[in-house]
């Protein structure tokens, strides 16, 4: 298993740029996660997905947008790029409602400019 | 406010220490707390705490849940530069609250000298 995996590893974007974050995992987990790291900041919730076709908002959702079609793939929507959106994002999965671990892709490192 | 408060926010200790990290959580419905240690890239689970498994060992790493005290710790004795990495806490509250998400703490960041 690759487990969860995110796609490009860095990326630096214009100001007012758009770009999709490519996050899947083959572990057939029900539940996918998008967080962004602030330094010194932990982790921030930004969506989330019970299921292929349900999203919801997390805590910093403002700037992003996700899509879930298939159980494998979670992607994120950055539209209209700000350099408050600078940050490392990851992705995350855990199997189902009644488990609490959640396995992290390797991140994105990006950068607005 | 913030429902998940570790401490202290930065260490630095030297090989052969033992460090103690902190975390503190307010929530309404307990469910579990989680450990991570986070590298240069992505958090890797270390361990998970509940009601039922309060206390959990793992070679020089250990950790204790006080449900009394809403907290826990995260013991590593005999330290290595390898234990250098940011060690995060999260709580997950019963499903219904948070939706069932992991909140996290902002972390501990560890930095052990040779």
């Known amino acids: 298993n690759a487990g969860v995996t995110q796609t490009p590893k860095f990326r630096i974007l214009k100001i007012g740029q758009s770009m999709t974050l490519q996050c899947a995992q083959d572990m057939n987990h029900n539940y996918m996660y998008w967080y962004r790291q602030d330094p010194g900041m932990g982790l921030k919730l930004i969506y989330y997905s019970v299921g292929a076709g349900i999203t919801d908002k997390g805590e910093v959702p403002n700037g992003y947008n996700v899509s879930r079609s298939t159980t494998e793939d979670f992607p994120l929507r950055l539209e209209l790029a700000a350099p408050s959106q600078t940050s490392v994002y990851f992705c995350?999965?855990?199997?189902?409602?009644?488990?609490?671990?959640?396995?992290f892709g390797p991140g994105t490192r990006l950068t607005v400019l | 406010e913030d429902k998940v408060v570790q401490s202290p926010l930065s260490l630095v200790v030297h090989e052969g220490d033992t460090v103690t990290l902190n975390c503190s959580y307010e929530v309404t419905n307990f469910r579990s707390l989680l450990w991570y240690k986070q590298e240069k890239k992505a958090p890797t689970f270390l361990f998970m705490l509940?009601?039922?498994?309060i206390e959990k060992k793992s070679g020089r790493l250990s950790s204790i849940l006080d449900k009394k005290e809403l907290s826990s710790i995260l013991n590593i004795t005999a330290t290595q530069t390898g234990d250098s990495a940011i060690y995060l806490c999260a709580v997950r509250e019963n499903y219904g609250g948070s939706q069932g998400n992991l909140i996290f703490g902002k972390g501990t960041k560890l930095s052990v000298k040779p």
């Open positions: 509940t009601s039922s498994g």
């Open positions: 995350a999965s855990r199997l189902s409602a009644s488990t609490d671990t959640q396995y």
